[in-house]
């Protein structure tokens, strides 16, 4: 039987796993397991890992996931869609994923919820080189941009292109895989592409020696919430004390690692051979930090949600396509675990 986390001891001296292929952090409660030690929770994240996922890394490394009674083993991801259905299909705990997924998920029947929507402005962007000559959205014109057809980037970049005045026949879109759009870009096979501009533009300036610049969807007015933390409806129900603890243990990883980027970013180091090269996981982690809030939820902490950002979200994915049965924020999010 789990006590309370309101009764429970801080978590003493269980050891910390870590799984070498991937990532996991906040709050302000402090529990430990049933038995008064730590309990095993798996997370898969949404990619390999990549600066984003340095909260996780750091707060194995801390201790914050001790603290709040949890032995973490944490599990690269093959795309948000993949960690949704393990999540849903009970392989993992918890995942981290990209929200557009989530919900397009459980409109086909996966039973996961939101616990809550970490990043909440999407780092979907147009990613071109500085000399490229392309320095605004109306410059796209005539253009051959590499996307990925059905997620999230792809699919409302019509919208996208709509607030500039351009038409979706005005740019060539050439469709391929995430490894397959970074090398035509450095290949100069396309002008630009699109996708995380968080994750893919430090990685591509790294490689090509080349300056990044990038066309954000948010900052035409096109917003929607990206990746967060995740978990099956049954799940939840079994677990709503560790699934607190688990929500409050990111929230406040994602605290320290936002105190100190770079033993953040210094605590992947070695972890996985997918993990980039330090300098781009320290960039990739900034930038990262740039996305954690709305204006709705700056100053809050980390994974607090806004129902009004729930809603528009909801509205840009239903109006892009994206969900064929949207329902009510409820459907997809628990407000239950929010961080306190």
């Known amino acids: ?26 709050g ?28 996780f890394y750091y707060g194995v ?25 393990a999540a849903g299909q009970g392989q993992v705990d918890f995942g981290w994923a990209d929200t557009p997924a989530v919900l397009a998920n459980v409109d086909k029947g996966v039973a996961v ?22 320095s605004s959205t109306e410059d796209l014109k005539g253009k051959t941009i590499a ?20 038409a979706e026949s005005d740019v060539k ?13 450095m290949s100069g096979k396309v002008d630009g592409l699109i996708g995380f501009a968080h994750d893919q533009g430090p990685t591509i300036a790294s490689k090509s020696g080349k300056e990044m610049t990038y066309l954000r969807y948010a900052d035409a007015g096109i917003n929607f919430y990206s990746n967060g933390l995740i978990a099956s409806n049954d799940y939840l129900a079994e677990n709503p ?19 100190d980027p770079e033993a953040a970013a210094k605590s992947m180091e070695g972890k996985d051979p997918q993990i980039p090269a330090q300098d781009v996981v320290l960039t990739q982690w900034n930038e990262t930090i740039k996305l954690l809030h709305t204006d709705a939820t700056e100053g809050k902490k980390p994974g607090v949600n806004d129902p009004a950002d729930w809603e528009a979200t909801i509205k840009t994915l239903s109006e892009a396509g994206l969900l064929k049965s949207a329902g009510d924020a409820d459907k997809y999010f628990d407000s239950a675990y929010q961080p306190k």
């Open 1 to 26: 039987m789990k006590l309370s986390r309101r009764t429970m001891l801080a978590a003493g001296a269980a050891s910390i796993a870590v799984a070498l292929s991937a990532c996991g952090g906040n």
């Open 28 to 55: 302000n409660a402090t529990s430990a397991g049933a038995d008064g030690g730590s309990e095993d929770v798996t997370l898969m994240l949404n990619w390999y890992p990549y600066g984003e996922h340095a909260p």
């Open 61 to 85: 490394e801390e201790g914050i996931f001790e603290k709040h009674g949890i032995d973490l083993t944490i599990k690269a991801g093959q795309g948000s869609t993949k960690t949704v259905q």
């Open 113 to 134: 919820k939101s616990l809550g929507v970490f990043l909440q402005t999407t780092p979907s962007a147009v990613q071109v080189f500085v000399d490229s000559g392309i």
């Open 147 to 166: 996307v990925s057809a059905g997620d999230a980037p792809t699919t409302t970049f019509p919208a996208f292109l709509e607030a500039a005045g351009l």
């Open 173 to 185: 879109q050439q469709n391929l895989d995430a490894a397959g759009k970074m090398a035509a870009m």
């Open 241 to 259: 004390d560790l699934a607190e603890r688990m929500m409050a243990a990111v929230s406040e990883s994602f605290e320290s690692a936002i105190a």
